[in-house]
């Protein structure tokens, strides 16, 4: 087993395990730091998609700025709500048992049948790009052309992503603020 294969399914033995943890956890803070565990994972296996833009926006946006926004706003929030929301389902599923069987039997079948399809017929989009060389390699470095593209093209929309951001913080502040009756 290659470095490259052992990472690959370390990565993806985090994002799964956290990510079924948090769904069955009854702590919220521990949840937004699995949450924090997953997105990160799944940044990990864009890198082996060969998708560095997205595993980059994946940590600025989701992990550095909506987690910790999520991290903040619980903090700010009122206890009373959460234990409210945490003790509404007691169950590890939520669904009955018979409904959870078919939603997992439905996407069980719809993963073979993409494998199958797949690995019998390449898709069209993909013979094409083979055909005009346009195939993006894991030799590849891209994160030079990244960085230029983060501080010429999209440094406005992650501004304004942040300002959004910031309000939200605010919001949030304003409404976990509590209020004198006299």
């Known amino acids: ?9 370390a990565f993806a033995g985090m994002a799964i395990v956290s990510a ?10 521990r949840a937004l730091f699995l949450l924090f565990i997953v997105l990160f ?26 987690l910790i926004l999520l991290i903040f706003a619980f903090m700010l929030s009122n206890k009373e709500l959460l234990d409210d929301l945490q003790s509404t389902s007691k169950r590890f599923i939520s669904l009955p048992n018979w409904q959870a069987l078919v939603l997992a039997f439905v996407f069980l079948s719809i993963m073979i049948y993409s494998y199958i399809s797949w690995s019998e017929h390449i898709p069209q989009w993909i013979q094409q790009a ?3 060389g346009k195939m993006i390699l894991s030799t590849d470095n891209n994160i030079k052309a990244l960085g230029f593209k983060f501080m010429t093209q999209y440094v406005l929309p992650f501004e304004i992503i942040s300002v959004f951001l910031m ?11 509590k209020e004198d009756n006299k």
């Open 1 to 9: 087993m290659t470095m490259e294969s052992l990472l690959f399914y």
């Open 20 to 29: 079924l943890l948090l769904v069955n956890i009854r702590n919220t803070a």
């Open 41 to 66: 994972a799944m940044a990990g296996l864009y890198l082996f998609a060969l998708a560095d833009f997205i595993a980059i926006t994946q940590i600025l946006v989701y992990v550095g700025g909506v």
């Open 130 to 132: 083979e055909a005009k």
């Open 167 to 177: 309000m939200a913080l605010i919001g949030a502040a304003h409404l976990s603020r």
